[in-house]
């Protein structure tokens, strides 16, 4: 789905913690990818809609320097990247072999893609750093993707760390890591969300006064009232 | 690709490890799916053209009962099996799910599809067993396929067992487990694999007279003149 | 909860996989025990209510053979189960030390105890085997519990092959492997699956016949019709 | 146990790594938790007395909202801490749902816990930061906790990180990680431990000075009655 | 060490289950191999001196079809076989290259060698079960040893299964796996275990004849004296 | 192979992405060590010679605080290393038993060895970081080796972090991690590495300039004329 900008607005101020909760009271379980964190410290929390791409393991002969100029290639992937998009890459959690290095990541800059969420790891980190991009991958290593990966192709539905991503879906990350929001449930988690964080820095008020778990979080119907009382106060 | 009877004949007469080591000495390293071992003992050798399945991990809102019905469901994908190709479902190794039980396994059958490989799991084994279909799998589970796994295609290049497959590749498989075998390199490897195990049949022989390892296997010039003697003798 | 004679009577035509399915279609997904398989071939499907068992980490201060002589020991766990139950040992799956070996098990035989269900391992398993008792183990190993394994307990909430298992609820196993039925859902699983195993039955017959499966497997509202017509003609 | 205010300043006073190697040479080997590392930089050296909380898969009729309200919650484990305590969280190195966020953590802080030391990870990372509390943990996710896991209890025996923890054992923690002090070799590792501090600053003096490391470290008899004369010097 | 024909034959009544737990009452915990188990079904017990092989990772300029005609080979090592050793090799846990397979296991068998264990597997699994050999192996694969490993030599101290394993220690495997006896203490697990092996055989008998556990399993004095008589009227 | 200066300094003016770029052409796909990162933050490159270390896993009679003691130890070890080399510990992965601390790493330094690679861990953090000496590691761990481990010898292949390693290859790490060039290539990477630096530094200058990726990176014939004139012009 495409969000507008009042949709990213309110998404970027939503902890991913919150949207996975969010979701897992709809029965959505599995959102959250295992691997990707932050590449840098401090990164911007990231929101957009998903562009994938996807990897199968190497194999000698079609995962060259060679490969690097086919029009199935991470090279012609990135230029199909709209402005805006989160690119998401399913490296299948490969560790020994980089999908990308500074210069794809430079150029993914360039042509102003939001940032870049896999389950594999970065190549020549200080180059990347110098780049200044939001990345949530899972780990650095030295090699180029053929040492160990095939890249088979993108917008498609991909695996990445452990989760369902079809394109279309929305992404989020933040310090946490990174999460899928199914395109169908994108509207129920921008209606939610923002009353969930403000009932949650509530409570966090309540705790710093020495309140007592049991009866505040969740919060009890007494509780609730109180929330209630302070939100009518406020409006 | 597509294989005539004499092709099949001959990888049928060639033993797995043989052609990992026919595609090494070509440079093809990865090329044994890690995790497809026969589901019967006894199981007939396998050949055919790869028809390959690809899951994605459950996410709860696809991965229902009621997507079973989909256009896009194991159900349609076995619909669309050629007479004669092997079926191979690339389940991420997913092991706690299974991604068929007996009925879809006696359609596959049915159809006339020549085997599975996955690098997942079967359920309902005892009614797998008895629809006596040549199986290579990673395991036996319970669970249905949508309690770990989201099917989302056919024919599309997969991982499986950590190796690449494209549709159109052959997969060869015994007891040793299951190889692919890259579409362009089929040609050589039916031209020199009989010769390599009439070779190794002939050591085997030498190796029960007493022979020692070193100048035999690999052979040294001697040995292979005695070898090129024995063949001449026998042609 | 206490199963009737009609109870596991019902359970015990039910194989594992439609259980599990008939608890996703519940939303409990994560009932699937990952690690116990079948210890012989052959063994009887298993039914009972779960005696459950705890070990924690070894501690060389704690796991030592004279630990097997106390109050706290696997040897006076044995000796409180009650007849019929099913013995479910969390040892975290530690597959290098061994919970039990032949002498333990011809004890829990002797007191009528159902059978065994751990995501651990047996040792001695030669004698195992002549004792003829249904175990569902995830290998072998000859080291003695105190190598791995601290044990601290027994009916406790436990963890099983990543399964959270109550004293109370009911285990069942078969070729497939073992899972778990939440206590509050006997009576459903119960109630649903018995009607599930005879849908599949027909179906197995119709894909004999030569039935394609959209339509019939999940069953469309024609084969539902021909299904109930079947029945009714049984009946 | 519980630790008088002389016996908790000996211990600050002495590494994770020295009080490791003391317990090894008691025969004691599995102490050192594998995972907790300490959650933010500089966090100071950790003492106190294990208070135990347990979890256990998640099972999905169970690990729900709701359950967070239950007298068997993490909300009323936290409100029976006493002072001082640090508590210790079996979360079976489940990594991709978290045990705690702030709200709690602010809680724990509250009341006067030493600090949190667990196997599993936790979320909502930039609130945990700001709320400044002393947390070994096993990394970050964003899920709550009822995503992967059930809590059961508290202060009963837990495995953590392939350790054995009991209520009563001691818990310490640096920049090396967490380890275990059995209960009763407390006393020991507080006679023993200062002393081998002293000759560790020792042996790094003489290897500034150049000295060679056999007959150094460890010390032979001319090395030891050197250490002597520098003692006494310094006495 | 080298075992007399009087100490093998001991050795080969003796389970390894009890061979493992009469070395940790020493304190030797780490003795049991994990990975190999029997190659086929009822191999007769295994008793022999440790002959090591040591491989390491593949590496592409040096791991070729040509090094198996070096003199630092796999064949070069199986030529310097003393008869009745059993050959262990550290394979590394690699699952996916095979270190030997039907010819190289002929020839082991042709020069008198008693067995092999190897944390590795074995290919041509149909050749090499014809060929008879007693094999503990950790499973089968295809690719030839190159595939992913490159042997440095033999008669060098070596890992096998997270064990270590010293040139001259005694290996011993039956179907519970294998473990090592460090040569130091083969004369005192030769001593001890032919009685504790009497000992369980009549606690068997007890079991069966209904013997609780709690005094008779660790035996207490009352069990001890039942024994001591039961002894003293075989004699 | 002994480096010389010149060689030196063109070494470390190439990052390991590169290198292990010129090894894939070759055909050498797998020179990168799983596991080994930087210890600290800034670390300078480190190039040398390797020099090998080797453990093989605990066994307790033998890895004792005596053993440290023994001709055949670290101690001895680090007294061998000459000026310059790069020390390669072979820890098999071990990540719960530390191989050095900070006495073993300052003696290390004053040898003048150039710095530390390890697919184990280090302990004593803290007074490691205060020997400001550069390593490369798997991560911190309290416990002494002896906990895990026992050292068996240097200068012998080994394995590290997945890749086979040979004493005089020459090791190169960086921020991306470390990875081994064999002896026979080193000519070979000192010959192409810097070209192809060069030729990458223009290429993110012309991303930089907004620049698609297609046919500039693997540069086509038109690029590489632009290249051409470029370094022509610098010349």
Not at 177 to 196: C, F, K, N, R, Y
Request: glycine share 12%; proline share 8%; with cysteine.
């Amino acid at each position: 789905m495409s969000l507008n900008p009042d949709q990213r607005a309110i998404l970027a101020g939503v902890t991913v913690a919150t949207i996975t909760t969010v979701l897992l009271k709809k029965g959505i379980r599995n959102t959250f990818l295992r691997g990707p964190m932050p590449f840098a410290e401090g990164q911007p929390r990231l929101v957009g809609e998903a562009f994938t791409l996807r990897f199968v393991p190497v194999r000698e002969d079609l995962a060259t320097p060679q490969s690097w100029s086919s029009p199935v290639s991470t090279r012609h992937a990135i230029e199909a990247m709209p402005h805006g998009v989160v690119a998401v890459a399913d490296a299948m959690g490969v560790a020994d072999a980089a999908i990308f290095g500074d210069l794809l990541v430079a150029r993914m800059k360039a042509r102003g893609v939001a940032g870049l969420v896999t389950d594999g790891t970065m190549r020549d980190a200080a180059g990347v750093a110098e780049v200044d991009f939001p990345i949530w991958c899972a780990g650095i290593a030295a090699p180029p993707s053929i040492a160990g990966l095939t890249f088979v192709g993108w917008q498609e539905p991909i695996a990445c760390g452990g989760v369902a991503i079809f394109p279309g879906d929305v992404i989020v990350a933040d310090g946490d890591g990174a999460a899928v929001i199914p395109a169908a449930l994108v509207g129920h988690v921008i209606e939610v969300s923002p009353e969930q964080e403000r009932l949650e820095g509530w409570l966090m008020e309540e705790v710093k006064r020495g309140a007592a778990l049991p009866g505040l979080y969740p919060p009890d119907a007494e509780t609730k009232a109180r929330y209630d009382a302070w939100k009518a106060g406020k409006g």
